[in-house]
């Protein structure tokens, strides 16, 4: 599993529902919009709900890790203007808490 978040974190710009989100901001119900739309709240029900917990029980070193890896290849303006940016920006608050908690 790890392996696999750390592939879906370094190819993280790379995929459709980050590439093609700018399509959910049009106000046309369009098919392609409606099928961006299937696609993204697939993911985030499957991939990212999957994902999610295995970075609450991780050590601080693999979450700074892979913060450090989505920061370095990402383009981050590009994520946090998506609907997965949620769910991905979740781990700079674990990281603030893990640090407070000890």
């Known amino acids: 599993?790890?392996?696999l978040l750390?592939?879906?974190v370094a190819c993280f710009s790379?995929?459709?529902v980050v590439k093609h989100a700018p399509i959910l901001d049009?106000?046309?119900d369009t098919v392609e919009r409606s099928d961006m739309e299937r696609q993204t709240q697939a993911f985030l029900?499957?991939?990212m709900q999957s994902i999610l917990p295995v970075i609450s029980v991780a050590n601080?070193?693999?979450?700074t890790g892979l913060l450090g890896l989505l920061l370095d290849r990402s383009d981050i303006a590009?994520?946090?203007q998506t609907r997965v940016r949620s769910h991905v920006l979740y781990i700079v608050p674990f990281i603030d808490w893990y640090i407070h908690s000890l």
């Open 60 to 63: 601080l070193r693999l979450v």
């Open 26 to 28: 049009s106000i046309q």
């Open 14 to 16: 790379q995929l459709d």
């Open 6 to 8: 750390t592939l879906l």
């Open 78 to 80: 590009a994520v946090a």
């Open 45 to 47: 029900g499957s991939v």
């Open 1 to 3: 599993m790890l392996t």
